[in-house]
Every structure is written in structure tokens, then in C-alpha cells.
């Protein structure tokens, strides 16, 4: 399961082995829709996400799996 929101107080985000097995991409954003970065599948493989060159801030997560796409806030200290 994935909480409404994500909180990040390191340089990776990172997703369960439940979640990465259905992940199929992973998108950020800014909270005004400016896209940012994207990792695919084959990116995701170690199940870390590099973020530490983000500022502190609120972004837009977006995780597309085979079934449901999910939207969720990542806050970065």
C-alpha cells in the first residue's frame, strides 16, 4: 500500500516489493505540472530512485502500474 502522502528525508524513493513488482513507470512532477523526471521499469529494478538533486519541497508523484495509475504528493527534506 502507498500513503497519501511520501515523505523523503534522503535522496531515493524507494517502493516495496509488492508495489515494484507491478510497477511499470514512475513519473515526478511539480505541484504546477512541470515534468521532471521518469523512470521506467528497468530503472526501478533495484527498487531505489535516485531524487537527491531535488530541492526541498512538494512534488507530484505519478506511478503507473498494469492496472491503476496513482497519484500521490512526495514532500523532500
Partial sequence: MISNNILLDNSY???????FEKVKSVSLDTLDGKHLL???NKN????????GNLSNGIYLIIINTNQVVISK???KN
Fill in 13 to 19: 524513493f524507494s517502493l516495496t516489493k509488492n508495489n
Fill in 73 to 75: 504528493h512526495l514532500i
Fill in 38 to 40: 521518469s523512470f521506467s
Fill in 44 to 51: 526501478i529494478l533495484d527498487n531505489k530512485c535516485n531524487l
